[in-house]
């Protein structure tokens, strides 16, 4: 079946300017991870969804960072005013929900920040 | 804080040898661990997942788990170049929805 896809793979912007990424779980998933990886790094739990309850936001940064997921499923990381350390791969992960779970990895977005 | 703690290494094997990679925790109510492997430039991908004390075995690799030492440890059997990657650590957090990992152990196998 599908895995976990991420977009765009790859996303240069200029320092200041907003970022979107989106994340699309692996269906009948429940849980939502997002993750920062910073180069030779381990990573960075950034924010977890889980069903309809509010989310898990104790790993963002700042409040630039903000993220959201519709209707359960897509999932949307957006970096408000970019600067060049938050220049990493996001990765986004889903699984059935909860510790007890596999948590399945996409590909991740390469952003670089110029 | 809930840690995960790995030697980050590199560890290095040579081609045929048994690579054993550990990995000790923090959260003495963690029931769930799991190995995953990261090539360079990629994603982590998922290898083993184990719940219970003892042994796990699923092709060359074998994930043993002892609850009493909070120690985890991945063995790699007949290790190839292939194998040569970083080797992620993961426990389940006894009280939020989260996994914890460790930081890696590269793992070098030499022809």
Known sequence: GAGVSQSPSNKVTEKGKDVELRCDPISGHTALYWYRQSLGQGLEFLIYFQGNSAPDKSGLPSDRFSAERTGGSVSTLTIQRTQQEDSAVYLCASSLGGPSYEQYFGPGTRLTVT | ?111
């Open chain 2, 1 to 111: 804080q809930k840690e995960v703690e790995q030697n980050s290494g590199p560890l290095s094997v040579p081609e045929g040898a048994i690579a054993s990679l550990n990995c000790t925790y923090s959260d003495r109510g963690s029931q769930s661990f799991f190995w995953y492997r990261q090539y360079s430039g990629k994603s982590p991908e998922l290898i083993m997942s184990i719940y219970s004390n003892g042994d796990k075995e699923d092709g060359r690799f074998t994930a043993q788990l002892n609850k009493a030492s909070q120690y985890v440890s991945l063995l790699i059997r007949d290790s190839q170049p292939s194998d040569s990657a970083t080797y992620l650590c993961a426990a389940g957090s006894s009280n939020t929805g989260k996994l914890i990992f460790g930081q890696g152990t590269t793992l070098q196998v030499k022809p």
